[in-house]
């Protein structure tokens, strides 16, 4: 292992370049959302609950085109998966600026079109690309930099949002998302799938219905896919709501900002670790611990006295657990699979994910309006956190029959 070299070949660098670049554009626009939702009520009459269940259907569309994208991907090409996903998101956001944005369409737009855009652009199909051109020694590692290297929009978007939309408005700032979705677009052509040649696995005929019905077989997978949902679930709680909580506890939305881009700083440093982890030590541990760390760090947040200083501390403590969870997981998944099928079977673990997710951001929205105040919600996320570390631990990381014989 320590004599494997990294890199295998030219593609396998352009394409771990071209697939950070994509993710940070992507996750870049996506991290900002809750903080357009002042704006948009009192600009389009959207209440918490209606901008909640966009993101929520957004979560929704996210998660069900993913496995779609992933099977375009592992057929036709990574390029032409991520692609065809930037021109539905282009789309959504160009409706969201332009118009009809308000009722229905603010659904459609936000939630519809943009979900189906994150499906192909935001981390798992671009994560599976670059872990067909790396071997089972390096590949949590390659596929951890995608994500951390990715993240550093989350650090940088929330801070230029806010700033673009308290000088120039919402709709400038929508704009500007819309350049960097075109610089995207571009971007994706280079991320490329391995030819035959450069596959780092021996070549089966295995088919697409085959490889579901045989993850789907193995419980360990179908336990992995349970313990996804509840990431989804705490991710769109705390990146939708903490900017109208820090606000609805006294704090200044330039808080909530802070706290967001201290997510995308320190997910940096957690998704690089976890990564870096998962090559030496099992990748169930570090995921039931992730879940722990994360009920505790909910704990604190909301229990502790509101202040600036304990907002910060929340941003970075739950920015080091944000998506350290994503190299683990889907390392399980390739280490179980083989990397044939990893877009789509990553896809249909992260469709759990979003159905969390749906969860998270919708009834995060709709416990405020109902109760005026996020408490119920939190208190789901904490059980949830104890849930999701339980879970993991009957989990089996080992190889099917199929590779071990191969």
Known sequence: MVNEKFFRNKTALVTLIAACLVVLISLGVRQTFGLFFMD??????????????????QMLMWGLTGPIFGAIADKYGGHKAIALAFVFFIAGIYFLYAGPNTGIFFQIDMGILVGIGLGGTAISIPMAIVGKHFPLSNRTIAMSLVTAIGSFGYFLSPLLTTYSLSENGWQITLIAFLVALFIGLIVSYFVRS???????????????????????????????VSGFFVCGFHITLVGTHVPTYVIDRGLESWTAAAILSLIGLFNIIGSLLSGYLSTKISKKIILSVIYSLRGLSIIFFIFLPASNINAFIFGASFGFLWLSTVPATSGIVAHMFGTKYLGLLYGIVFLSHQVGSFFGAYLGGLF???????????????????????IHLPIKEEAVLRLKTS
Do not use: R
């Open 40 to 57: 948009f009520k009192e600009d389009l009459g959207i209440s918490l609950t209606e901008a909640g269940l966009s993101i929520g259907i």
């Open 194 to 224: 391995p030819s035959l040649e450069q596959s780092i696995e021996t070549p089966n005929s295995q088919s697409t219905l085959e490889a579901i019905k045989e993850a789907f077989a193995s419980k360990s997978y179908i336990l992995l």
């Open 368 to 390: 405020h309006d109902l109760y005026g105040s996020y408490d119920y919600a939190w208190y789901l996320a904490i059980a949830l956190s104890v849930f999701a570390a339980i």
